[in-house]
């Protein structure tokens, strides 16, 4: 089949399964249901080692020799890349302010901030929010699922694999990426410099947590859940059973990003 036909199908199985719950209301998972969690500990410890051994040197090379303005440059660029995904997800979340500030932020920024590696729109107020699938079945009131840690993406749940996928053919540079080769190699290396950039900020975090955690394995179990809600909420106010002091520190949203290989 066709990548066009699967993206039709994907994107109508979306708008049904939103319409079905329409009137639910957002998901916020309390607690970490492992029913794998043998499996899941043998792909976390996978991922360690692809980290150990691949990502962590790029990304503290990168650190080292990148100056500060071209490590902006390529968050900037990176994330302008997702914005089109961000407003279709807004969009389908029922938030057409938000939808339009992405495109909004996709077009200021990929012509007068020259490609997207200057972010001009934060400078007009404008300021990023990611959306997926994953928080648009969420927001919808789709439960997370059982825990899934899956190879080199790191940790995930049922929702937010089928959101990863459902992203997948959604986004438009994957249609842009299916008839040209210039583009799909620039959508490699986005999400390899998204990879190495967003480790590279968050390696003092993930560090501590692992420093402090007595199950590493855990804390980023229960830490990739609250960033989840928090993602989901929109910035609303956390609920007291969402908190849980044992995986519990300062984190931004690299902490999501660099959940891979971890």
Known sequence: ????????????????????????????????????????????????????????????????????????????????????????????????????????????????????????????????????????LAHYGIGAGPYIVLPLLGPSNLRDTTGIVADYFMDPVTWAAENSDTTNAVRWGAIGMRAIDARYRAADQLAELERTSIDYYAALRSLYRQNRNAMIRNGAPVMAADYDESASFDFDDDIQEVTAAQ
Request: with cysteine; charged share 20%.
């Open 1 to 136: 089949m066709k990548l066009r036909n699967i993206r039709a199908l994907s994107i109508g199985a979306a708008l049904s399964v939103l319409t079905a719950c329409a009137s639910t209301q957002p998901a916020q998972d309390q607690t970490d249901f492992d029913p794998i969690e043998p499996v899941n500990r043998v792909v976390h410890h996978f991922n360690q080692a692809v980290d150990f051994v691949i990502l962590y040197p790029a990304a503290m090379a990168y650190g080292e020799l990148a100056p500060e303005g071209m490590k902006t440059s390529v968050r900037s660029f990176t994330r302008n890349l997702g914005e089109p995904l961000n407003a279709f997800n807004a969009l389908f979340q029922g938030d057409p302010v938000q939808a339009a500030d992405s495109m909004q932020r996709f077009i200021m920024n990929s012509t007068m901030g020259l490609l997207g590696f200057y972010d001009l729109a934060a400078d007009f107020g404008i300021p990023y929010r990611k959306e997926d699938f994953g928080q648009t």
